[in-house]
Every structure is written in C-alpha cells, then in structure tokens.
C-alpha cells in the first residue's frame, strides 16, 4: 500500500472511534472520552485508507500565542512514508504563529527535531493505586465559584490562556484547593483518564503544597489507579514513587519557536500535567 492512496481530512466526531482502536495499537490508554475532550479543544486532522483511519493528528490553542502538537500517530503498517511529517506539516500550518509544545516518545523524536522543535526537558509519569494516606486538614473541595480564579491561577502557572481548557475541566474533574484568607491559592484537579484516574494540572506556590494537594486526592480516592505525569524538574517523582505511585515512563518536552522567556519570579508553577497530549 502507497502513502499516494490515502487521502487527509479534517477530523470529526465520526472518526473517533478508529482513533481510539489506532491509539490502543500503540499502546495509549486513551478512552473515546479523553478522545472527544481533546478533539472538542482542538483542530484535528485525519488520514484515512480506504474509509479507515490510519493516521491523526491535534493541534490544540491555548489562545493567540501558544498551542500543543499531539496525538501524532500513524498506522504502523504505513510508516516510514512521509505521512507522520505530512501531519505535523497539517498540524504546524493550523497553529500558525503559535509557539508549538509537545511531549514526544523516542519514536517521534527524529521526526520532530527535522521540523524545528528543541527538547526542553523530561517529563516521568507515575502511576498505581492510590494508598490510604491522610488527608491534609488545610486542602478542601473547591466550589463553583472559584472557576476564574482557577483559570488565572492556571494561567500564571503555565503562562498561556486555557480558559477553554478549564472550562472543559469543569465539567469533568473535581478541584482541591488550598485558600488563604478566603481565596484559592493553589489547586489540584482529578478526573478520569485511561485506566482510572489522573491528577493534574497541580498548580502551587511550592512542593510542599503540591504534595499537599496530591495526598488530599489520593486520600480521596484510596484504592484505584491514579496516574500522575510531571516534569522531572518539580522534584515529585521520588516522593510519588514513596506514594506507591511507580515510574513507568515518560516523554521528552520539546517547543517549536523561541516562545516567552520563563518568568523565574512567578510565584505558581505547574507541578503536573493536565495529561502529556494536553500539557
Ligand atoms: C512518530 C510517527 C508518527 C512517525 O510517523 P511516520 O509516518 O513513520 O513518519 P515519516 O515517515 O513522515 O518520517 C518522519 C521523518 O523522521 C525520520 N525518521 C523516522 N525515524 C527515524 C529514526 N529512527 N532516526 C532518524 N530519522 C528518523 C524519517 O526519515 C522522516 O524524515 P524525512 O521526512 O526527512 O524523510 C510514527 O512512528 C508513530 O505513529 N509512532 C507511534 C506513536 C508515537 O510514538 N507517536 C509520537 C508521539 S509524540
């Protein structure tokens, strides 16, 4: 089979069922409902053979400035061909101007680099069932109220817009928060992804908060698979490994253009990914 006999379509919902099974191929745990999240934030782009899809791609905004690259996956059977640069070539096209970020696998790498994108860092992802810990006396449930704060404070953190991204958490995950005098100062999401659940974005003023945040969700949700990505850089992996919550891999964080010089003042950081597509 040539890559001449396929043919690249935007994607729609009607192609998210083949982009689960292709995800499942390559070992990602994805479930239709990570999928339809993704593709309800983002521009998609599809290769189909035969009416099947055998290749996708997202490209998902975060406001006029920046944008993650992800999903990026092409049927085994047809790599090696030109179609997985086809798609990034869709996917930078669609983001324009934006600075691009992904999370790559050593299988992307390559492809990545000859388009412009330098590694940046490493991202490990820990995961297991959540073990009885106590729950932090000072960490509570957030209330509706507190969505605006939870999106400046996402923004500071993560240092774009993703108001339409918090939006769609909303809907789906549950936040603990950590409130001075009244007001949230730090925060923690979990919602269901894959296998179970994932906790992230953790945003916080330091690592203690962080760790505070995270033992208030696993107390929370005592027994079921957690899974938790972060930068290696934050500091959390021994102390999650500790948690029970074991390193079982991870991805290389790459960006496309020079992108904003990072704020070292800034008080927030983002402890933990909303997942590695998403960042
Ligand atoms: C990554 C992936 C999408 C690439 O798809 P593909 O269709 O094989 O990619 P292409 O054929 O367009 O090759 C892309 C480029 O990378 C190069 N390349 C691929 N593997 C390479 C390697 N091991 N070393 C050096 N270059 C390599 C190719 O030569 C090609 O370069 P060119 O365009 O200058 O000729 C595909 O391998 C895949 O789906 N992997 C599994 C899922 C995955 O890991 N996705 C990445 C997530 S971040």
């Known amino acids: ?70 999903m990026v996956i092409v049927d085994a059977a047809l790599r090696g061909r030109g179609l997985g640069r086809r798609l990034m070539e869709e996917a930078l096209a669609k ?7 992904l999370v790559a696998t050593q299988e992307g790498l390559p492809l990545y680099e000859k388009l412009g994108f330098i590694a940046t860092g490493k991202i490990v992802q820990h995961q297991g069932l959540a073990p009885s810990v106590d729950a932090p006396a000072h960490v509570s449930w957030g209330e509706p109220g507190d969505h605006a704060r939870l999106v400046a404070l996402d923004r500071t953190a993560f240092g774009h817009d993703r108001s339409a991204l918090m939006s769609s958490l909303r809907e789906r995950a549950k936040f603990a928060v950590v409130r001075d005098q009244g007001d949230v100062q730090a ?12 906790i992230g974005p953790v945003v916080a003023r330091k690592l203690h908060e962080a760790r505070c945040l995270i033992d208030f969700l696993l107390a929370n949700s005592a027994g079921e698979f957690v899974r938790i990505d972060t930068d290696e850089t934050t500091d959390l992996g021994e102390w999650l490994t500790r948690r029970g919550l074991a390193h079982v891999g991870g991805g290389i964080t790459m960006r496309r253009t020079a992108g904003e010089p990072k704020d070292e003042t800034k008080p927030h950081r983002t402890y933990a990914l909303v997942s590695q597509a998403l960042r």
Not at 27 to 33: F, I, L, Q, T
Not at 37 to 53: A, D, F, K, T, W
Not at 95 to 101: I, K, L, N, T, V
């Open 1 to 70: 089979m040539t890559a001449e006999r396929v043919t690249l379509k935007t994607m729609t919902a009607e192609h998210l069922s083949d982009a689960v099974e292709l995800s499942r191929h390559v070992g990602w745990p994805h479930s239709r409902e990570d999928w339809e999240l993704m593709q309800s934030l983002s521009q998609g782009v599809v290769v189909q053979e035969e009416g099947r899809v055998v290749g996708t791609i997202l490209m998902t905004p975060y406001g006029d400035n920046a944008a993650t690259v992800n």
């Open 95 to 101: 983001a324009g101007g934006r600075a691009c970020y």
């Open 187 to 198: 925060f923690a999401a979990i919602r269901r992804f894959g296998r179970g659940l994932v």
